[in-house]
Antibody, heavy 121, light 110 residues
């Protein structure tokens, strides 16, 4: 069965960087786009970007341009999001989300369990 | 890319129907049939309820339906049940090959 298992909670200081991993299993990792979405405490969902695991190409939300990097390691079926120059308002749960894009449509079908990143001095 | 516009809250009594709107622009909702709706209960990951404007994933109740007119998409829940009380988010593909979410709507079942 499809599973997306994310790395554990992180506590970082303002100005630092954080890298969250998402290990995929149960499907061909390079066959589906991986998106990243975050949710600050008590707030709504915010789309950050997506990566094509096959090519490594990535697209980022304008808000995060220059601060976020999406990468992947196909040898271990793992996607990563790295966010730099952290601020307190980056405190959020970060989700990896598998998207299907084919003749059946374009939609998310599996979410990771979420990783809480806390930015605090 | 600005967030899609949703009402902050809606409410309804058990058995009633409610509709949640999601307004964007012709660069997102109005330009593509890639609109999704998610249900989120407290402390849980979002669950896909509708994709591609009006398609229901396997296992989602047929009480949930989606539609779109111009730049506004809508989620309708018929026969409201207590378990439907949750936050609902719309999401759309955009002309920048990005995605954008709505601000979310809190549904209260009275």
């Amino acid at each position: 069965q499809v599973q997306l298992v994310q790395s554990g909670a992180e506590v970082k200081k303002p100005g630092a960087s954080v890298k969250v991993s998402c290990k995929a299993s149960g499907y061909t990792f390079t066959g589906y786009y991986m998106h990243w979405v975050r949710q600050a405490p008590g707030q709504g969902l915010e789309w950050m970007g997506w990566i094509n695991p096959n090519s490594g190409g990535a697209i980022y939300a304008q808000k995060f341009q220059g601060r976020v990097t999406l990468t992947r390691d196909t040898s271990i079926s793992t996607a990563y999001v790295e966010l730099s120059r952290l601020r307190s308002d980056d405190t959020a749960v970060y989700y990896c989300v598998r998207y299907t894009y084919d003749t059946s449509g374009y939609y998310s079908d599996y979410w990771g369990q979420g990783t809480l990143v806390t930015v605090s001095s | 890319q600005s967030a899609l516009t949703q009402p902050a809250s809606v409410s309804g009594s058990p058995g009633q129907s409610i509709t949640i709107s999601c307004t964007g622009t012709n660069s997102d909702v109005g330009g593509y049939n890639y609109v999704s709706w998610y249900q989120q209960h407290p402390g849980k990951a979002p669950k896909l309820m509708i994709y591609d404007v009006s398609n229901r994933p396997s296992g989602v109740s047929n009480r949930f339906s989606g539609s779109k007119s111009g730049d506004t998409a809508s989620l309708t829940i018929s026969g409201l049940q207590a378990e439907d009380e949750a936050d609902y988010y719309c999401s759309s593909y955009t002309s920048s090959t990005t995605w954008v979410f709505g601000g979310g709507t809190r549904l209260t079942v009275l």
